[in-house]
C-alpha cells in the first residue's frame, strides 16, 4: 500500500498537475456520459489533493464529496482547491462517510487500484448511489496496458504497473459481484497530452506516480539521469497523446 502521507502529498501538485485545457476535456467526457439533468450530486471517490474536486462542482452542480483516506493530501485539497459545493470527508474506499442512496454520481479517478478490498469497496459505492447512478472509473487495466513514454528509461516500469491493475475482464467481474452493470467495453479518452519532453522530464521528476514508489532506487537514478539527458538534447519534441481508459458503471 502506498503511504501518501510519507512523500507523495508533497510533490503531487507539482507532478501531477493539468492544464486547464485538459480539466475541461476531462469533464466534457465525463458528462457525456451521465444524464444531462443537473444538479447531480457527486462521489469524488480517491479525490487526493481535489484535481477534479471543484470542477465536478462547477460541471455538474453539486453537491460534490470528496473522499480521501491521505489526511496530508486532504489538507492540501482544502486548502488549494476549496468550492461552495465542496466538501472533502476523511474516509476510504470500503467505508464511505455518506448515507444511502446519496449521490448520483461517482468518479473514481485512478484509485480503484489502491482499493485493499475492491468487492466491499465497490459495494460501497453502489450503496451511496441512487438507482440509475452511474459510476466512472479511469483506471489502467493490465492486458490494455498504455505505453507511456517514460517507461523506456526505467525498464521495470510497466511491469510493475501492470501489477497494481487488474484485467478489464476482472474489474468487469468484481463490479458486477458488486451489483453494478459494466459496460463491455471502456471508452478511450484524450485528454491529456504529454508536451515535449523537457516538459515531460520537468514534470515526470518529482515521482509523483506511485509507481517509482515500487522501482529500486538504482533504477531511478540511472532512469533519470537517461531521461534529463534525452531531454537537454531534444527538449521541444512534442511527445504523443496516450489514449486513457474510462470505464462506465450503472447502478441498476
Avoid at 439533468?37 to 464529496?65: C, E, K, M, N, Q
Wanted: some cysteine.
Amino acid at each position: 500500500m502506498v503511504d501518501y502521507d510519507d512523500r507523495l502529498h508533497r510533490v503531487y501538485a507539482a507532478g501531477r498537475a493539468l492544464e486547464p485545457s485538459s480539466l475541461d476535456a476531462w469533464m466534457g467526457a465525463l458528462a457525456a456520459e451521465v444524464p444531462a439533468a443537473r444538479p447531480l450530486s457527486v462521489l469524488d471517490l480517491g479525490s487526493g489533493i481535489g484535481r477534479f474536486t471543484p470542477a465536478l462542482a462547477d460541471t455538474f452542480g453539486g453537491p460534490v464529496y470528496g473522499v480521501e483516506p491521505s489526511a496530508r493530501m486532504r489538507e492540501i485539497a482544502t486548502t488549494t482547491a476549496s468550492h461552495p459545493n465542496v466538501t472533502y470527508l476523511d474516509g476510504s474506499a470500503e467505508a464511505i462517510p455518506l448515507p444511502d442512496a446519496s449521490c448520483d454520481l461517482a468518479l473514481l479517478f485512478l484509485s480503484f487500484h489502491h482499493f485493499s478490498d475492491k468487492v466491499r469497496a465497490l459495494r460501497e459505492v453502489a450503496r451511496v448511489l441512487r438507482p440509475g447512478g452511474v459510476v466512472l472509473l479511469r483506471s489502467q487495466f493490465s492486458d490494455r496496458m498504455p505505453e507511456l513514454h517514460w517507461y523506456r528509461y526505467f525498464p521495470s516500469a510497466r511491469r510493475v504497473d501492470a501489477a497494481m491493475y487488474l484485467s478489464l475482464e476482472e474489474v468487469r467481474a468484481l463490479a458486477a459481484e458488486a451489483g453494478l452493470v459494466p459496460a463491455a467495453e471502456p471508452r478511450w479518452v484524450q485528454a491529456e497530452t504529454p508536451g515535449t519532453l523537457r516538459a515531460s522530464y520537468e514534470r515526470v521528476k518529482h515521482r509523483a506516480y506511485s509507481t517509482f514508489e515500487h522501482l529500486p532506487p538504482d533504477e531511478i537514478e540511472s532512469g533519470f539521469s537517461a531521461f534529463e539527458q534525452a531531454a537537454a538534447a531534444d527538449p521541444d519534441r512534442e511527445l504523443p497523446p496516450v489514449p486513457a481508459a474510462l470505464l462506465v458503471l450503472n447502478r441498476p
